[in-house]
């Protein structure tokens, strides 16, 4: 066909489109290869930028809503035959080019209907089971031409957005390009030339279709994808769940499997990144993956992309460095789609869906302890583990489902402990100790998991150790453990303070006073004060040994109990208890169980001893009190003294009393005040004497005006009488 030059006649190639476009009524009237030929010329003729006067020049005649009806007409419901097809295709390229940087045109062809037309487009050859040569063209065109009409221009990409545009042409990549199903084709017929001038046309496509969705999508909140889109997104993993033998015959060309490999990886890392973004951000999209009739399909491709998909073996046809390289980009997508998992598993509303979902626990346990049908060398695999424990924490957060991981037929608690060594990964700690968190919530797992030994190999694991301290996130989980487990509970607080030295609680005091981090500070000096209060409670049940250790020694309980009241009563715990009247000032509840465990330690001479002599020790407040965010509490933050500096625990005891902030509840009052009293009660010894002095000093005002406040609550003057000296 001869090339027809813009410059020499535009309005004759003008008006042939023009005049074609008038004969719509009758089909047969439209002279097709006179308007591709006229198409042709001036969409090569537009191809530079320095065609700008004469786009502008076109953009303002009929032109536009010329091409736009001539498309209406050529796919008016199906894929038309070849004249109308290669006339489409150079139709389509002029509209692009018209497009380009020009918000005019834009708006030209947005008002002649250019969008709706290229989504009827795009649906029509989404449904093509085997497009031609001619159907990829005018496909990737179209999407071309969408890029160019809506790229930086905001009307445009609001209006695909209403239109549902990211959706169908997500789905019309997916459809013409399924990442990794080339390789499974034998392509009989068709010589490796031919073949790989298709591909690179698919290919063409489907970059382009990535970049309109992230044009389209610039800008919104939440990526305007439909659920009607959620399965071809996610059932495009299954292809790289190995099922049949690569064939291809591209494999063995060089260029073609190279360009292919690329496009492969390109593709899947586009549609997890999606992915990701929908379950993260998309209530609906969780729901659709537990509620939906689609929900197993959907839901079992995610899985068996997470355990059975691997690396095919042609990656290593082109070396080491490239295979490696590969091998990182697609593990990077795997964890796009693990995190995904574990954001469909936290969606609350899908929580008994999940859970009741035939098989899916037992698959996720099965995960955890490596009990797989797969083959390899590793018998482990730590993605697994990951993805398993954070799934499972996800979906129990009932206490019934809690408690059914840890009974048969799961009895989690062994095979979760065993990951708990001081060479495991720290992702699988992470993992791991989040999951236990979790279980040791419901107050009923606390025996199973206390006896399993999982406070002795916390201790072992040297999770609070120096050297681990950079795993701040795995430490504060190790901390949640044990602060449920010792909450009321004698057995387990025991179990922590056992082996040798140094013990559990010895090892979260060091990390307390060693730790910048106010999470860690008071988190773990909760944890003490757990401690504390189970073993001054009565009558406590007797120790049961562990069944997996033999840490705990054989002697008598009282023995026991007094040995580790002691322990806790020395200076260091003290001291942490101390800090935390200071640093833990915003907070109601850390004041109560500071106050709360230091007078049940004042109730001994020697406690009482340590306690007055840390008060008056200033206490230097953390420069970053922000991080008190961090801590999960319920009531509203109180103010404190100050944000950095120092202070000490009498000052902020004191502070309680008087109430200087007006915003400290009284009970917390009253406790600061049998705390005050129990001191003086215990300060007994001739040692003590001015210690006595120095309490009664610091405090006796405050005591004596909320005696005397007719205003306070009965209990609150009575606790203030009772610190003062009274009955």
């Not at 535009?10 to 006229?38: C, F, M, T, Y």
């Not at 997500?170 to 392509?187: N, V």
């Not at 063409?204 to 999508?217: E, F, K, M």
Request: hydrophobic content about 40%.
């Amino acid at each position: 066909m001869a090339e027809l030059d813009l410059a020499g006649n535009p309005d004759r190639l003008v008006e042939i489109i023009v005049a074609a476009s008038h004969n719509v009524i009758d089909k047969g009237l439209i002279p097709w290869p006179q308007v591709e030929e006229a198409a042709q010329g001036l969409a090569n003729s537009l191809r530079s930028k320095d065609s700008a006067d004469h786009r502008t020049a076109l953009g303002q005649s009929a032109l536009p809503k010329s091409i736009v009806t001539l498309l209406g007409t050529a796919y008016g419901h199906e894929i038309p035959t070849t004249p109308p097809k290669l006339a489409t295709f150079e139709m389509l390229r002029v509209a692009a080019n018209l497009c380009m940087d020009h918000d005019v045109n834009r708006q030209q062809f947005l008002d002649a209907g250019l969008l709706d037309i290229l989504l009827s487009l795009i649906g029509l050859h989404r449904q093509l089971a085997n497009p031609s040569a001619d159907d990829l063209k005018v496909a990737k065109t179209a999407v071309g031409s969408m890029l160019n009409a809506c790229l930086g221009y905001e009307p445009a990409k609001l209006y695909l957005r209403k239109s549902g545009a990211p959706g169908a042409v997500i789905s019309l990549s997916l459809a013409i390009y399924p990442p990794g199903e080339w390789t499974s084709r034998p392509e009989t017929g068709e010589n490796v030339d031919s073949l790989s001038n298709l591909y690179q046309i698919r290919i063409g496509l489907v970059d382009w279709s990535w970049r309109v969705v992230s044009a389209i999508n610039e800008g919104a909140e939440v990526p305007p994808i439909g659920l009607e889109t959620l399965g071809p997104l996610v059932l495009s993993l299954s292809n790289f769940v190995p099922t049949r033998p690569a064939q291809s015959p591209l494999i063995n060309d060089v260029d073609s499997r190279n360009a292919l490999i690329v496009a492969d990886l390109e593709a899947l890392e586009e549609s997890v990144t999606l992915l990701e973004a929908l379950s993260l951000d998309s209530e609906e999209v969780r729901l659709a993956f537990a509620e939906s009739p689609e929900a197993d399909k959907l839901l079992g491709s995610v899985l068996d992309f997470i355990e059975l998909a691997n690396y095919p073996q042609y990656w290593s046809l082109d070396g080491e460095e490239e295979r490696k390289r590969r091998e990182k980009h697609f593990d990077v997508c795997k964890a796009g789609v693990i995190k995904a998992l574990i954001s469909i598993a936290g969606e609350q509303k899908a929580m008994d869906s999940l859970w009741n979902k035939d098989g899916l626990v037992k698959r996720m346990v099965s995960w955890v302890t490596s009990d797989l049908p797969i083959q390899g060398e590793d018998a482990k695999r730590d993605d697994l583990v990951i993805a398993g424990c954070l799934t499972l924490g996800n979906i129990s957060r009932k206490d019934a489902y809690s408690e059914a991981l840890l009974r048969e037929p799961f009895n989690l608690a062994p095979q979760l402990i065993k990951f708990l060594q001081k060479d495991e990964d720290i992702k699988v700690k992470h993992s791991v100790t989040g999951l236990l968190k979790n279980l040791a919530q419901a107050s009923s797992n606390r025996k199973i998991l206390g006896e399993s030994g999982v406070l002795e190999q916390l201790t072992r694991s040297g999770i609070w150790e120096k050297e681990c301290d950079m795993a701040e996130t795995v430490q504060v989980s190790a901390i949640g453990i044990t602060k449920h487990l010792c909450n009321s509970d004698a057995n387990n607080t025991l179990r922590l303070m056992s082996g040798p030295s140094p013990n559990g609680v010895d090892q979260i005091q060091a990390l307390v006073e060693r730790s910048d981090s106010v999470i860690v500070k008071s988190e773990g000096t909760r944890v003490l004060a757990y401690c504390v209060k189970s073993l001054w409670r009565k009558d406590p049940a007797p120790v049961t040994q562990s069944t997996t250790t033999t840490d705990i020694p054989q002697q008598d309980t009282t023995v026991q109990r007094r040995e580790a009241a002691y322990a806790l009563s020395r200076t260091p715990i003290v001291r942490a208890l101390v800090d935390l009247l200071v640093t833990g000032q915003k907070h109601t509840i850390l004041l109560n169980e500071s106050s709360f465990a230091l007078t049940l330690i004042a109730s001994k001479p020697e406690g009482a001893t340590n306690i007055a002599t840390e008060l008056f020790t200033p206490v230097q407040i953390p420069q970053n009190p922000a991080q008190n965010s961090a801590i999960q509490l319920t009531e509203e933050p109180q103010s404190s003294q100050a944000n950095s500096g120092s202070s000490n625990g009498a000052a902020s005891l004191k502070s309680v009393v008087s109430n200087d902030s007006g915003k400290h509840p009284p009970e917390l009052r009253a406790n600061a005040c049998s705390l005050i009293g129990t001191l003086l009660r215990n300060l007994t010894s001739e040692a003590s004497k001015s210690l006595k002095e120095q309490v009664v000093a610091e405090f006796s005002d405050s005591l004596t005006a909320v005696s005397q406040d007719k205003d306070s609550p009965e209990k609150l003057v009575h606790a203030a009488k009772w610190a003062l000296g009274g009955p």
